[in-house]
């Protein structure tokens, strides 16, 4: 997956320079970014503080890990399975 050039405290600023005001255009060509990475940031992030936003994150990453262990047991339950079934 594509890592972001801004990190959550950049984006975190760039959305507060927003509700303080500043035109998003502006705003878009004084960092480089599209105005679709804006709006994308304001719908994931929008109305959240630094405390919310690590606390988010730590929850994708336990999220992530619960996905891959999942994985791994439905794996080897099936291969269980098959290995049972043909001893059969």
Do not use: P
């Given at each position: 997956m594509?890592?972001?050039r801004?990190?959550?405290?950049?984006?975190?600023?760039?959305?507060?320079?927003?509700?303080?005001?500043?035109p998003?255009?502006?705003?878009?060509?004084?960092?480089g970014?599209?105005?679709?990475?804006?709006?994308?940031?304001r719908a994931?992030?929008?109305?959240m503080?630094?405390?919310?936003?690590?606390?988010?994150?730590?929850?994708?990453d336990?999220?992530?890990r619960?996905k891959?262990?999942?994985?791994?047991l439905?794996?080897?339950n099936?291969?269980?399975?098959?290995?049972?079934?043909?001893?059969r």
């Open positions: 594509k890592t972001s801004f990190s959550d405290a950049q984006v975190m600023a760039i959305l507060k320079q927003a509700e303080d005001g500043i998003v255009a502006q705003l878009c060509r004084e960092h970014m599209s105005d679709a990475s804006f709006y994308k940031w994931k992030f929008g109305g503080d630094a405390s919310m936003v690590s606390q988010m994150k730590s929850m994708e336990e999220n992530r619960l891959k262990m999942y994985a791994e439905s794996m080897q099936d291969l269980l399975k098959e290995a049972l079934g043909k001893k």
